[in-house]
């Protein structure tokens, strides 16, 4: 499995953890396998991502499901955003 992880980078953006194979290009960038949403912790993983990386994306993405509620640093100027923010038992009352 080592090797299998390997080919996997992940990057943060504002809105997301995005999992990306840097050993197959498209479009000239490396070629996406998944996205994680922050604001409902959603994981959208691409049909043509390979079995072998698909297992280590959704137990890597668990990892961040799990901290549901938790402040995550988004940035390197420290930046965060909570866990999971738009759902409903997150997400906060409004009216009196």
Known sequence: ??????????????????????????????KRLAFLYFADLKLDVRDDCPEDLRDIIIADAAEIQARRGEEYQVSISGQTITLGHALPSLATPSGP
């Open 1 to 30: 499995m080592a090797h299998a992880r390997n080919r996997i980078s992940a990057v943060n953006f504002g809105t997301g953890i995005s999992w990306a194979d840097p050993t197959a290009r498209k479009h000239g960038d490396d």
